[in-house]
């Protein structure tokens, strides 16, 4: 006869045999309340390497995390060996929440979101104005993914010495977004550095830009104590040079505060997941023209209140079109 409550003992208890000789699974989990905090740095085929107070972990992920991934950026809560020597790994056990993400698709069709930064501040689009000659569509794509994930925009514009970049500004003028226009002997002499150096200070940044302008270059001299492999040539027949960043990665910014991520050159950058009805918190002046738009209005369709507000006066023309010319880039190829 089977007894229950506190009259049972261990012969009144039913278990199977584990065939396997393990232990049992179990659904809890342990809460690691003496994890230590750590920010991802990058991450090379499943291993992660992690800042942690001033030491450099090699970590994996925790099995109870299941699908969730952790990118370069991310807040982390780490536990076991953290020492950061040689041969150790530690286990990432927690994420934080995100309070920015850059993401993108391979293309417009492709489904799968691929997240390449998390927590920037800022989104530094590097484009060269020649060799090879600027793609204003894919900077159109990148300033979407900047709104749409939180992050503010900065230009940064390369090769003036082989082209002026009026035309280009003139393009991106009604969108306020800060830039900086550098030159190679600028970058030899150091002098545009600083100037960049000034916009990235006390901020997290993730550099984007596709092969050949200079990225690289450019995060090379703002953190010349991690040299990285520069592009060796731009191709004569593309106009497009050979990919030499293959992993995200976040770099100190030296002599100021702040982080550097620099990121894989793209040739394409879709915004498959991007909903359109979030970038129009990119524009301020226009958001509360959209209370008498259609419901799920395209803000660039006959019916949209937009053009009522702008021609009573509450905004600039020009400050539409912009909106409007970055909601179509989400229609069309990254093509120049």
């Known amino acids: 006869m089977r007894r229950y409550g506190k009259h049972t ?3 009144d208890i039913r278990s199977r045999p584990n065939r396997k000789g393990n232990r049992p699974r179990t659904h809890i989990r342990p809460k690691h309340e003496d994890a230590a905090e750590g920010m991802v740095l990058t991450v090379d085929r499943g291993r992660l390497t992690c800042l942690v107070e001033d030491r450099v972990v090699t970590a994996m992920k925790a099995r109870e995390l ?3 991934a952790a990118v370069v950026g991310d807040r982390v809560a780490l536990v076991g060996d953290l020492s950061g020597k040689k041969d150790t790994l530690a286990r990432i056990v927690r994420i934080a929440e995100r309070s920015s993400v850059l993401r993108r698709t391979a293309d417009d069709d492709d489904p799968y979101e691929r997240v390449v930064v998390a ?6 689009v590097v484009t060269a104005l020649a060799d090879p000659e600027p793609r204003p ?14 992050l503010e925009p900065l230009l940064v514009l390369t090769k003036s010495d082989l082209a ?35 916009q990235l200070d006390g901020r997290i940044t993730a550099f984007v830009g596709h092969s050949g302008v200079g990225k690289t270059t450019l995060v090379n001299a703002l953190v010349p ?17 050979r990919h030499t960043t293959t992993s995200a990665l976040a770099l100190p910014l030296a002599g100021a505060e702040g982080w550097v991520i620099d990121t894989p050159g793209v040739r394409s950058f879709g915004l498959a997941h991007v909903d359109p009805s979030r970038v129009i918190h990119a524009f301020p002046d226009l958001e509360p023209g959209t209370e008498g738009c259609p419901r799920a209005c395209s803000h660039d369709e006959p019916d949209c209140a937009l053009d009522d507000w702008v021609a009573e006066g509450h905004a600039d023309a020009a400050r539409l079109y912009s909106l409007r010319r970055l909601l179509a880039a989400r229609e069309r190829t990254d093509g120049d």
């Not at 927590?119 to 530094?124: E, F, K, P, S, V």
């Not at 035309?167 to 100037?195: H, N």
């Not at 104590?225 to 040079?241: D, F, I, K, L, S």
């Open 119 to 124: 927590n920037a501040d800022q989104l530094a």
């Open 66 to 68: 299941g699908r969730k």
């Open 225 to 241: 104590q991690e040299r990285r492999r520069t592009t060796g040539h731009v191709n004569a027949v593309t106009g497009r040079g």
């Open 137 to 150: 569509r894919l900077i159109d794509r990148c300033l979407v993914a900047a709104f749409d994930g939180g």
């Open 9 to 11: 003992d261990e012969d």
């Open 164 to 198: 002026p970049p009026d035309k280009l500004l003139e393009l991106y003028g009604d969108l306020d977004i800060p830039y900086v226009v550098t030159s190679r002997a600028e970058l030899e002499s150091g002098e545009a550095v600083e100037r960049v150096r000034e």
